[in-house]
């Protein structure tokens, strides 16, 4: 079941592990712009500089780049999830990547300027450096599993990762996004899907 969401679940996402974080919230809360938007809307530009903090209330976002005229996708967020290009959005230079909408959603964005205020408002809190470095390392792992799972991992075995462990991907997300995050055609997606359908979990 979707969590309900609130303001103040909106930002870093993790009121719930650092409650402190909540009246400060509430000193930004006017400054959030909630958007609803179509599939296909573009939230930043691959080469753009990125100038918003965004937050999934409800729908789902892509984030890729351009390889040679061909989309690559790097990752899905969902619900209660936020995301920048983080890069882009620390030192003001032009982004790797494009975020678009999959589907109808609704998101909301904190200018940048508005961020760095609370995070300085927030260094105040002797647990928040802290709380930082866990969700930085937890996300870094994120990313080098991703990038060990290319390298070690055939698309089959990815696609059957995805099952186990993230099934809302195959269940929300259309078939030409996953065979991009995968890095195969879409034929090649259906060859495998046949095959794991007909129970041949070894390729």
Known sequence: MLKRFTNQDMFFHFTDKFPQLIPYLDKYRAFLKRMEISAKT?????????????????????????????????QFFFENEGLTSFESFTNN??????????????????????????????IKEPEFAQLILQVSAGRQMHYMNEFFSFIRDTPEERYQNLLNNRPHII??????????YLGVTTVHLSRIKSKIAKGKAHF
């Open 42 to 74: 573009v939230l930043l530009e691959e080469g753009s500089v990125s100038q918003n903090y965004i937050y999934v209330e409800k729908g789902c976002v892509r984030a890729f780049f351009n390889n040679n005229g061909e989309a690559k996708t790097v």
């Open 93 to 122: 230079s032009p982004s790797l990547l494009t975020i678009e909408a999959i589907e109808p959603s609704v998101v909301h964005l904190l200018p940048k300027k508005y961020v760095n205020q609370l995070v300085k408002d927030l």
């Open 171 to 180: 269940q929300r997300v259309p078939q030409h996004y996953i065979a991009s």
